[in-house]
């Protein structure tokens, strides 16, 4: 295991190790996988990429692209990836979310809001498989702009 030699990256990569696990074995193991995946969420969103010293890059990767998952928003006018992140990031930071149940009862998705600067809040339903293919893209994306050496 060891000391990760980027933390930023390793903690979202291992965070997703930890995520596969917990999907595989939640039933035999009383597990709770979409907590786990929030928990992910949290540890891949909360370091403000942005403001780095490479942030400028991040921001270009960003801006204009389309988030890679569908999903329900009430905003004026679509999102690009980089606005969705900032509704992520500072929904998970103010505790706004809400789990969506199923008609059996299992989280079938999450949803997020965000109020800023006096605007009209936004809020964004997410699926659950759709917030994994989102961490890992994210990831991905995060490894591209900041290459290890």
Do not use: C
């Amino acid at each position: 295991m060891g000391i990760p030699s980027n933390p930023l990256l390793d903690i979202m990569r291992r965070s997703l190790v930890n995520l596969d696990f917990v999907e595989a074995n939640y039933r035999a193991h009383d597990l709770y996988e979409v907590t786990q995946l929030v928990n992910t969420f949290l540890g891949a969103f909360i370091h403000p990429f942005e403001k780095s010293a490479s942030g400028v890059a991040f921001i270009r990767h960003f801006r204009k692209r389309q988030p890679p998952i569908a999903f329900e928003a009430n905003a004026e006018g679509d999102l690009d990836y980089l606005q969705f992140i900032h509704v992520v990031r500072h929904a998970l930071a103010h505790g706004n979310l809400r789990y969506n149940a199923n008609t059996i009862k299992q989280i079938e998705s999450i949803t997020l809001w965000n109020t800023t600067h006096n605007q009209k809040k936004i809020r964004i339903t997410v699926s659950i498989a759709g917030m994994k293919t989102f961490l890992i893209d994210f990831k991905n994306s995060i490894e591209k702009i900041y290459p290890t050496k």
